[in-house]
């Protein structure tokens, strides 16, 4: 089903505001880049926020903030990010907290993010190209397994997405979304242990130790210092400054 034309039009408009050409590939290394708190008024963190996947909240003189789980794995991470980012250019203004199960829903304004989500970080027509070169490969062959699932991992790597998104993506390419389940298992059972045993288990199990997981894991320090910044800049009052620092708990200066 083709994305509605006011979804395709917000992930145009993601795509040039960001420098994206085909695909972003990990998300926060670009937002690293971009110093998007001085360019776009988004403030970007990671903190262990329990059950959410993430958050998105906006204050005084359009200043954004996202917040995502680093208690996820990165996959995880990057969808729920492009998630929130949906919902930046989608549904601005609305403070949005982010389940795990909302990462999956269809419907209403979640569904559109998850939309805009899916689009902007693994396009349509990538997906197809990568469909026919599998289907050339003849992986969706019930004996290539472990070819299929070493072909799926470089993926999920190249776009840095999870497994299961990669897979039920191309399997919906071939009308086998239903047998989801059952080809996981066959492809565990291939390998001889699960995917994220046999491939990079840092990339599929959360590992906050690891520098990757560390990126912008202070929130609070970053918070501080973002801040002060906009203040600087005067995209922001030191009153609307120092709201937002008690709120987190932060001490501001007299």
Same mark, same amino acid.
């Not at 209403?108 to 693994?122: R, V």
């Given at each position: 089903m083709a994305l509605i034309e006011k979804i395709q039009d917000s992930i145009n408009i993601a795509r040039e505001t960001f420098n994206i050409d085909e695909f972003p590939g990990n998300l926060f290394l670009l937002f690293e880049k971009e110093e998007c708190?001085?360019?776009?008024?988004?403030?970007?963190?990671?903190?262990? =926020?329990?059950?959410?996947?993430?958050f998105i909240g906006y204050g005084d003189n359009n200043l954004t903030? =996202?917040?995502?789980?680093?208690?996820?794995?990165?996959?995880?991470q990057n969808f729920t990010l492009a998630h929130e980012l949906g919902h930046w250019?989608?549904?601005?203004?609305?403070? =949005?907290?982010?389940?795990?199960?909302?990462?999956?829903?269809?419907?209403? =304004?979640?569904?559109?993010?998850?939309?805009?989500?899916?689009?902007?970080?693994?396009?349509?027509?990538?997906?197809?190209?990568?469909?026919?070169?599998?289907?050339?490969?003849?992986?969706?062959?019930i004996d290539k397994r472990k070819e299929l699932a070493i072909y799926i991992n470089g993926l999920c790597h190249k776009y840095c997405l999870s497994f299961q998104m990669v897979l039920r993506k191309i399997l919906y390419k071939d009308y086998q979304l239903n047998k989801y389940k059952e080809i996981r298992n066959e492809i565990d059972k291939s390998l001889g242990m699960k995917i994220s045993k046999y491939f990079d288990e840092d990339f599929y199990v959360p590992n906050p130790n690891l520098p990757e997981y560390q990126q912008l894991k202070k929130p609070y320090v970053v918070l501080e210092e973002r801040l002060d910044k906009l203040i600087e800049l005067k995209k922001i009052g030191k009153a609307t400054a120092d709201a937002i620092k008690l709120r987190n708990g932060i001490e501001i200066d007299n």
């Open positions: 708190a001085d360019k776009h008024g988004l403030l970007l963190f990671k903190e262990n =926020i329990n059950k959410l996947s993430g903030v =996202i917040c995502i789980n680093y208690q996820r794995p990165i996959g995880h250019f989608l549904h601005r203004g609305q403070n =949005i907290s982010d389940i795990d199960c909302n990462l999956n829903i269809q419907e209403s =304004i979640e569904g559109e993010a998850n939309n805009f989500a899916s689009e902007l970080l693994y396009p349509e027509k990538l997906i197809v190209q990568d469909y026919h070169d599998i289907c050339e490969k003849d992986l969706l062959n």
